[in-house]
């Protein structure tokens, strides 16, 4: 494993690519700075030397001196200041632009994507992992800038000074390189183990606190807290060991870099006694050597930033190396729609080896009601998920008018369903601005009247700020039939021409759901319907039932119907009527 990915650090300089200015800018401030920080020990060395001895010192040589010392220490922290800005926003911005494409990119992964990953990890990849690459950027271009500049710099200045004392630092140096890149490749691998175990970890704690209410009604504390130590435990050795492994950088560095000091401090001095250097000189040569190794130490501390941002920009760009929906952007769009449904020999399975749907066949008109009912499994959630497209078909063919919803923009296509699930969900907002999601352009009397219409306005009005009242994430301060009540409404606002009702009315109250059955059997006149339900007798209204199991369609026809067969449909609405034996 090669201590940093250079793939991944190529694409990380392409996001900095539009903020080259800052780039060139800090670049130039870090030279300037730098060398005006080389140019001091000059100084001083020149200063040193006209202190002779007691009663012995020329301060008309030494005071132009200071005042020269005194303007480059002004200049080089004012380049040092514009640098540091400089580096600070090309890292801010280029962590900004990462974070934006990361969100965009989620939204553009197929829906299998989303379902197939935890979803606290995918936060964390948004989060924890762009904050790392962030800190690794910020301190690591910094360092990068100042440490070459540095090494380069002082290597000029001490080569002026004396050729015979740079060679040995030059000489030295390689091994202070090869034991920073010895302990770097071992502990790159750490803390990619670490990103990944640090998300697994995030998936878990979000999975857990977002069911606390399960959790502690099926009394699996216990349980939770004993997968969560595990994983944390697994986190703690590999954060240890890879911490272990880079702290051993900076230390082992700085022992090279002392026999480089002493090397210098001894060769100086026989040096000075020979008269080959003066006093002066052989400060200021101490003082390159200290600096010249200095950026050695600094790189090497900040090894750990670094490698944990490759581990986390590794994963961050996994995510954007996802495949992408198809591009639709040439394809039909659905304008106006009468609702006539065709599903013709229609397969399909979540894996090649599990098939779910296959055979699929059914034409459904304008303005018809159909209710899917089976057994939990049977496929009735699947089959509204490609009617919407949120999966493709693996076989046969979806027609909405005579057009393939596969020829057709998946927004338009999408615009034209009405969609209320039976896990609702509500985002921090007003009531009014949940209510008016699908629209956000409704007047308050059209808000008004679309809770009117799902029958929400009364408990609205009780609320402490009535349409005003701010909801907390995921709709916590009310009550799961109340969210399915703002959601009722938040369709019947948006007015669609089809209408996909899953569960919807699982969470309300008998009255209450006997109401919404009135307002959805108005909602639905003259719309196609598709209603899956588990109550049955939410479904007697329907124009057609389609009995599924394993993915087929074994029964269909009316309530009466189907009742008069005795099938599998009978025996189904029997046993939710038939008192338990």
Same mark, same amino acid.
């Given at each position: ?5 250079? *793939?991944? $650090?190529? @694409? ?80 801010? @911005? ?45 301190? =690591? ?33 390689? +091994? ?38 399960? $959790? ?46 002493? +090397? ?7 040096? *000075?006694?020979?008269?080959? +250097? !003066? ?31 490759? *581990? ?7 995510? +954007? ?44 008109? !304008? ?81 008004? *009247? ?15 700020? =009535? ?115």
């Amino acid at each position: 494993m090669k201590a940093f990915d250079m *793939a991944v $650090v190529k @694409r990380l300089l392409k996001y900095t690519r539009p903020y080259t200015f800052f780039l060139v800018t800090a670049l130039v401030s870090s030279v300037i700075y730098i060398s005006l920080t080389l140019l001091a020990p000059v100084l001083i060395g020149n200063a040193i030397d006209y202190i002779i001895g007691p009663q012995n010192v020329f301060f008309d040589k030494i005071l132009p001196i200071l005042i020269y010392l005194l303007f480059t220490v002004i200049g080089a922290s004012l380049f040092q200041w514009v640098m540091s800005y400089c580096t600070n926003t090309l890292a801010y @911005r280029t962590i900004k632009d990462m974070r934006t494409d990361v969100f965009n990119k989620l939204s553009r992964t197929p829906l299998k994507f989303i379902d197939s990953n935890a979803h606290g990890d995918l936060m964390s990849r948004v989060t924890v992992d762009i904050e790392q690459i962030s800190d690794g950027l910020l301190q =690591g271009f910094t360092q990068l800038f100042t440490g070459v500049v540095t090494i380069v710099g002082t290597l000029l200045f001490m080569l002026s000074v004396d050729p015979i004392i740079t060679l040995v630092v030059v000489l030295v140096t390689p +091994l202070s390189l090869f034991v920073a890149s010895f302990i770097a490749k071992r502990s790159y691998n750490m803390f990619r183990i670490q990103s990944q175990t640090r998300g697994e970890l995030g998936g878990y704690v979000e999975e857990i606190i977002g069911n606390q209410k399960l $959790v502690k009604t099926f009394c699996y504390e216990d349980r939770a807290q004993k997968s969560f130590e595990e994983i944390n435990s697994r986190l703690y050795d590999c954060g240890v060991k890879a911490q272990f492994y880079s702290s051993l950088t900076n230390p082992c560095t700085r022992f090279v870099n002392g026999i480089v000091y002493a +090397l210098v401090g001894i060769i100086g001095a026989l040096s *000075a006694v020979s008269g080959r +250097l !003066s006093v002066g000189e052989i400060s200021c040569f101490l003082t390159y050597a200290n600096q010249y190794t200095k950026p050695f130490n600094e790189i090497s501390g900040v090894v750990t930033e670094l490698q944990s941002a490759f *581990a986390s920009a590794a994963r961050v760009f996994k995510v +954007l190396d996802e495949p992408e929906e198809t591009d639709d952007s040439n394809l039909y769009k659905l304008k106006e729609c009468e609702g006539n449904v065709d599903i013709e020999n229609v397969s399909f399975s979540y894996s090649p080896k599990t098939p779910l749907i296959e055979n699929f066949n059914l034409n459904v008109k !304008s303005g018809s009601r159909i209710a899917i009912v089976g057994p939990t499994g049977c496929g009735k959630t699947t089959f509204i998920n490609l009617l919407m497209r949120f999966y493709d078909v693996t076989g046969g063919a979806i027609s909405i008018d005579g057009h393939k919803i596969t020829d057709i923009t998946r927004q338009s296509l999408r615009s034209k369903y009405g969609m209320v699930l039976q896990e609702s969900w509500l985002f921090s907002g007003t009531v009014r601005e949940n209510i008016a999601y699908g629209k956000p352009d409704a007047t308050d009397d059209e808000i008004i *009247a679309a809770a009117k219409s799902a029958h929400a306005h009364s408990f609205i009005k009780r609320l402490p700020d =009535g349409y005003d009242t701010v909801i907390t994430e995921a709709g916590a301060n009310l009550s799961q039939g109340q969210r399915q009540l703002l959601c009722i409404a938040r369709v019947m606002l948006v007015d669609p021409p089809m209408l996909i009702l899953d569960e919807a009315t699982s969470s309300i109250d008998t009255m209450t759901e006997i109401r919404i059955q009135r307002a959805f059997t108005k909602m639905m006149e003259g719309r196609t319907s598709f209603i899956v339900a588990h109550r049955l007798s939410t479904i007697k209204e329907a124009d057609l039932i389609l009995v599924m199991n394993a993915g087929k369609i074994i029964e269909q026809g009316t309530h009466e119907e189907l009742l008069k067969k005795g099938g599998f449909y009978a025996n189904l609405y029997q046993s939710q009527f038939m008192p338990a034996e």
